[in-house]
């Protein structure tokens, strides 16, 4: 079956017979002519369709989350964390200026409203999180059930085309067979037919010479 409506030039797929057609198996040499024929094929084209749409950019509107899709598709690491924001350390020089005691304490004033929020946020983990939890599992189970239920009716109905393909293949197969077998059958009558008249024939002008030979003597 061939199906080239989108454009004239596209180029024409058949589909195969895989559960019939062996021949390739049985006959390596085959394979051989094969494989050296689509050797001379032109290869096929780089570019896409033209129905194919453009690439689709995401995160136009998230420069961060851009960069880091942009991080992710060139392997780079993930850079570390940086620990600085969750140490209290001291003015660095001796002896500090005002201006550094302030920025250390700052940092110690954003370090423990960082504890505190840390501390609200595990209360209300211990309070409402088994119970968010428990429905966010609910629903995490449902879908995957959802989804092994539609693959297992995929592969269901995978299989049943596989084996209906299969039957009408080998079906079709021994029709094939028996009719190339009546083939050979009236090719072999037709050579034989063929044969006999062609022996006629000669049998006939040996005759014919026979005849003239005994009229004459006559």
Sequence with gaps: MADNSDSPSAPVIF???PYYDDDL????FLKEKVEKELARE????TTLHPRVPPAYELFTKNPMLQAELERIESHHPFPPLDT????LPPPASVPATDEEWQASLNNARAQLEHQRIRQTNLTLLQTYGA?????????????AKQVEKALED???LTEDVNRDRKNFQTKTGAQLNALETRWTELISSV???EMANVAMD????RLNKREVELAEMV
């Excluded at 198996?25 to 390596?28: E, I």
């Excluded at 600085?84 to 140490?87: A, D, E, L, V």
């Excluded at 119970?131 to 879908?143: F, T």
């Design 131 to 143: 119970n968010s939890w428990r429905v966010h599992n609910y629903l995490v189970e449902a879908s």
């Design 154 to 156: 995929l592969k269901k």
């Design 25 to 28: 198996t049985k006959f390596p």
């Design 15 to 17: 589909d195969s017979l």
């Design 202 to 205: 000669i049998e006939i002008d």
């Design 84 to 87: 600085t924001r969750y140490q």
């Design 42 to 45: 032109p290869k096929p084209p």
């Design 191 to 193: 050579l034989q037919i």
